[in-house]
């Protein structure tokens, strides 16, 4: 498959196609993480509809309008159109409305937090043109924006003059794990794991990764050079979506660097309880941290014991392999940086490799177990790495992760003692099964026979 090719968002066409054959008005809202893909889905949607795709800018708000309005009147072929001097925004749209009378149009305006931020009132003046003309007619409006922070709390919040008129909106998210291969074809199962514990499913991250070279030169030439795009991308994402960046790096550090705790985050930052709890809330809004409890935790235990991680894999790599590393860096020294780092990244893929196994998509894929509830499990020192419960059904599934290849000895010890772990869960009677998934396991045919439920890589089955 050529690299170009559209991967996926399947769900996501789906959702905006559904919105077209409405074929009433529509107001969309879509949004996401930079480079997440979100320009691409829309032209991929609109391709074949008649459309009008405007990207917002930097340039002052007039300037915009009029971009804007060169955009429509080349859509309705009327040259007179660009003409007329429109005021505001919402003059411009009815106006247009008023010319394609029954016509389906998509009219796309891309990096809307930008038009915003330019000019305030634009958001009422899209709430007039909205509830004066553009509802009553067929117009399929998609807001799109990268600023999470904007998208919800100017466009989606209640505060926004938008709310309650949006038909629908979607957060778009990383490309399944199922379908990275389809960047990097020929890719060994191993390294496609490896590749998304660096990058995830950042459609543009996957793309600076190039089919010819080798995993490590590819860690080495698109993320640890000085230079390559994924160098500085995450301190270049972090400054323009974050008022105190230095605050926030040093969160993101310790958290990379192992503290998961609240209380150990705040000793290895320094900073004031209440500030880091606030700044822990916009990452974890801004789906970059993630706060973990026990799967068995009840309300009053899960305010307080909370684990946090780096929920973006860039992230995570970054904070892990290239701050820490910058001078080493920054002299030229990548390939002796990651050398180095080996060890220490078969450490941080096991954590990965948790996570990725622990998404509901590719647990249910893997063991087609179905669970009402999934997540880690911990009391008093001892540690599940996954706990899948049916509540339904009372059946509970125990599940060891581990980024090693095992032998058979090995595995069966690993399975004894999370057998004995289980019982510290206090399922009664419930049945319970365990399980293991590892990078490779030996006589895992053995052991599946034996009635434990044994998983590896041979059993990732990845399109590419
Ligand atoms: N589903 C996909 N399959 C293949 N390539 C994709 C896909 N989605 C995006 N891309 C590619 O990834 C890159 C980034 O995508 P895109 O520009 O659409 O992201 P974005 O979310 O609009 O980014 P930004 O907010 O930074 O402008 C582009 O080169 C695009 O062609």
Redesign the pocket.
Known sequence: MS???????ERELEFLEKGYRSDKAELLIVY?????????????FARDKPHVYFLATEKPYHENLRELQKLLSEFLGDELFSRISFHDIDELLMAFVERVRDERVVLVI??FPLLIERYRPVLSLLQRAWDLKLSKGRIMLIL???SVSAMETEVLGYKSPLYGRRTGQWR?TE?PFF?IG??LPGYPIEDLVKVWGVVGG???Y??KFEPRKDFNENVVDNVLSKGAFLYEEAEILLREELREPANYFAILEAIAGGRSRFGEIVNATGLDKSLVSKYLSVLQRLGIVRREVSVTATAKEASKRGLYSIDDNYFSFWFRYVLPNRSYLEAGLAKDVWKRSQKDFNTYMGSAFERLVGSPEVFIELTGFHFTKLGRWWHKGEEIDLLALNEREKKALFVEVKWKDLSEREARGILRDLERKGELVGLEDWKKYCGLIARKVDGKERLNAEGWQVWDLADFKVPS
Do not use: N, W
């Not at 690299?3 to 968002?9: E, G, I, K, N």
């Not at 996401?32 to 991929?44: M, V």
């Open positions: 690299r170009q090719t559209f991967v996926d968002r996401g993480r930079r480079r997440i893909g979100k320009t691409e889905l829309l032209l991929q891309d990096e799109c924006g990268s778009l490309i379908h389809e960047f950042i459609p543009a996957l793309l």
